[in-house]
């Protein structure tokens, strides 16, 4: 059974970003999908410079469910895998960067 630990945080971010790297290296690979919370663009902005490096056209997608469209907070938690609190949810939320298009064609 799947249990978070907030100590493995750091490296759980390094082990994706170096599993980003080798599938960006592969030639068999047509797409990589980088599913975390990504709130800011600090914390994906290496995942598109790697995809941009190596030719990728990058594409960022919102949720389209009901709970995120809403901002449903209850629901997110419910679904989540993690027991993130309600207020951790809610600052997740509050600091949520949408980001413009152009910045992603170099």
Known sequence: ?????????????????????????????????IDNTNTQWWEFRDYVEMGQRAGYQIELQEPKTSWWINRDIEEMAR???????????????????TIDPVILQK
Do not use: K
């Open 79 to 97: 679904r989540g895998t993690h027991n993130v609190t309600l207020d951790t949810i809610t600052r997740m939320v509050q600091r949520f960067e």
């Open 1 to 33: 059974m799947y249990e978070f630990d907030p100590q493995s945080l750091s490296a759980a971010h390094e082990n994706t970003r170096y599993r980003c790297n080798l599938a960006l290296c592969d030639p068999n690979v047509d797409a990589i999908i």
